[in-house]
Each structure stands twice: as C-alpha cells, then as structure tokens.
C-alpha cells in the first residue's frame, strides 16, 4: 500500500462545478503540499499547510492532521483548471502521491 | 526574475553516454531539488541541497547518478553511464525559508526531457 494515496484518479467534471480531490496518508508528517501538473507539463506549488486551511483565489485546501487526510477544492471549476493534481507530504523526506487527473468541460 | 531556469530542455543520448542536466535556482533561494517524473513511479525527490550542502541523497537511484552544487546559482545532475531506464523527465526546484527547504514554497523549473536509446 503506497504511504500517499490520491482519490479520485482521474476525475471530469462540467465548467462551473464544484471539485473536491482528496489525499490521505499513512505516516507522521509535518506539512503536505498540493502541486498542480499542466498538460504542459510545467508544476506549481499551489499550498504548503501544517494544519487548518489555506485559500487562493477559487482554490481551497484544508488539512486534518488527526485524520491523516487533505482536501483540495476547486470552487466554479474552469477549462484551464484541467491539470494533473499532486500532493505531497514531508516526514524525513518528500512522499507524493499518484496524482488525480482533473478535465473540465465547457 | 526568470525563475528556475533548466538546461537543456530535451536531450536524446545513447546508452552508455555521460548526461549532465543543469539548473539556475532564483537568486536568493537557499534550497534546491533535482526530481524525477515516470509515468511508473510518478514524482520522486533524487536529492536537494540547503545552503549548496546536500541534506538529503536518500532518493539518488545508484551510483550512476551524482549532483552538485557548486554555488548559490548553480548546481549539475550528471548520469554516467547512463541508461534506458533513466529516460524520464528531470525537474529542478527551488525554495527559501529558514526552517529547510522541504517546508517551504517550492518554485519547479520547466524540467529536462531525457531519452536514453
């Protein structure tokens, strides 16, 4: 069982919903970072977090240390949020996850 | 400022060869990354430097591969020899803060494109 583990994998949705990409882990951890992957293929940190929840613009991110489990929502979802969505998380070293591929149809 | 700035963006070798990818951090970052992205294993961190030492290597896959970083602008991922298996897409990134450069915002490079025939 891998220690970070992303749901959904890939995920489509209808410009103007509401996304939510989940990320659980199984080790102690001291931050997690959500990145996102253009088709590009250029990365951007979008949240480092520690605890709570931190807001970008349309992007929301909230953390549960106790549940060992992150959220990243995507509010009024747009075309040019498909990307491939990755978390992170730092314990001695740096663990990512899989990835959750996100489309947004017009 | 230009951000992360990597070179070359593609490189085509032949197995066996030596591989030196580069990597320009943004000028007053004191952290440095150099990772890996397969379509296998996704994501993983080779190595990355505080201060231009290197703190953590665990991820380097072998002996093949070794990294440097000379100064604060500039470091080297060199593969020799290398291998088909090293075909990947090598991101370098960079980050500043006091409390080590795995807590903190990371800036990535446009990544090097590698195909070992």
């Known amino acids: 069982k891998n220690e970070v583990e992303q749901s959904p994998q890939n995920l489509t949705a209808q410009e103007g919903e509401f996304i939510t990409i989940n990320c659980s882990y199984s080790v102690g951890i001291s931050a997690l970072h959500w990145l996102q992957q253009h088709p590009g293929g250029g990365i951007v940190s979008l949240f480092m977090l520690s605890s709570g929840k931190k807001k970008h613009g349309r992007l929301i991110a909230t953390i549960n240390i106790q549940e060992k489990h992150s959220s990243l929502h995507i509010t009024a979802s747009h075309p040019r949020d498909s990307a491939v969505y990755i978390c992170?998380?730092?314990?001695?070293?740096?663990?990512f996850g899989t990835g959750t591929r996100l489309q947004v149809f017009p | 400022d230009a951000g992360v700035i990597q070179s070359p963006r593609h490189e085509v070798t032949e197995m066996g060869q030596e591989v030196t990818l580069r990597c320009k951090p943004i000028?007053?970052?004191?952290?440095l990354f150099w990772y890996r992205q397969t379509m296998m294993r996704g994501l993983e961190l080779l190595i990355y430097?505080?201060?231009?030492?290197?703190?953590?290597d665990s991820g380097m896959p072998e002996d093949r591969f070794s990294a440097k970083m000379p100064n604060a602008s500039f470091s080297t991922l060199k593969i020799q020899p290398s291998e088909p298996r090293d075909s990947a897409v090598y991101f370098c990134?960079?980050?500043?803060?006091?409390?080590?450069?795995?807590?903190?915002?990371?800036?990535f490079g446009p990544g090097t494109r590698l195909t070992v025939l």
């Open positions: 430097f505080n201060n231009n030492v290197p703190i953590d």
């Open positions: 990134a960079s980050s500043f803060g006091l409390a080590g450069g795995r807590y903190n915002e990371q800036f």
């Open positions: 992170a998380v730092v314990t001695d070293k740096l663990i």
């Open positions: 000028s007053g970052h004191n952290s």
